[in-house]
């Protein structure tokens, strides 16, 4: 599609014939001006969508958040990356087609990220269940994005431990070795976290029996209203 050789322009890619593209009509040099004005545009667009999608982790917390960020941060950088290398190329005149083509297929992924959330949460309307576990670790990081874990014993099939993602509030509140019940909207097939609540407040099964980690069944419990 993009053979190496043709001189291409910056702005629409039609192969150069002449010193002024056919097909919009401007010079190599207001053709590379064009790109990168373009370029700062989406650059910007790009990284509001990683805002939505670190917005949407707080307000709908997936229970595999950190899975989650780790992925949109690898699309980020790498998306930040092919924008200053189109940038480079268009500067010095050099072939940026690939490149550009590149960022704009990674430009709407943290949106499609962010759209998944919430249409996972809003679309959701099975009940909230409820997990009797523990506390057996905690972790927090106050970097540009505050993150606070309780790391608990897993209810799920194969897994030791999980990572729920909590508000300041619930951080603050509960230690290492106390027992917990975790509240975790099903979703549309990615859980995510309506909130943490001690294991006594709730009439359920008794705490006492820590490990390993019980489920119950559905029960109506609150949308999550303190999210961090
Ligand atoms: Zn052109």
Known sequence: MFRSGAQRCLNCDAVLTGPVCES??????????????KLVLRTGLFLLGSLAFVAATYRYPPLDVDGMLVFCGVVFFVGLGLAIWVERGAIRGSQVAI????????????????GLLV???????????????????????????????????????????????VSQSEYAQFRVGQ??????????????????????????????????????????????????
Not at 99 to 108: D, N
Not at 198 to 214: I, K, Q, V, Y
């Open 24 to 37: 919009c009509e401007l010079t190599p040099q207001a053709a590379s001006l064009v790109l990168r004005r």
């Open 99 to 114: 490149r550009k083509r590149l960022f704009l297929a990674l430009l709407p992924v943290p949106w499609l990220l962010a």
């Open 119 to 165: 249409v996972n949460a809003k679309l959701d309307d099975a009940k909230v269940r409820e997990h009797y576990t523990r506390v057996v670790g905690k972790f927090s990081m106050s970097a540009i994005v505050p993150t606070r874990r309780l790391v608990v014993v897993s209810w799920r099939a194969g897994r030791r431990f999980e990572r729920v993602p």
């Open 179 to 228: 027992e917990v019940v975790v509240e975790i909207h099903p979703g549309l097939g990615i859980p995510w976290v309506a909130g943490v609540v001690p294991a006594n407040n709730l009439s359920g099964p008794t705490a006492g029996d820590p490990s390993p980690a019980r489920s119950q069944g559905w029960s109506p419990r609150r949308p999550r209203s303190d999210a961090p």
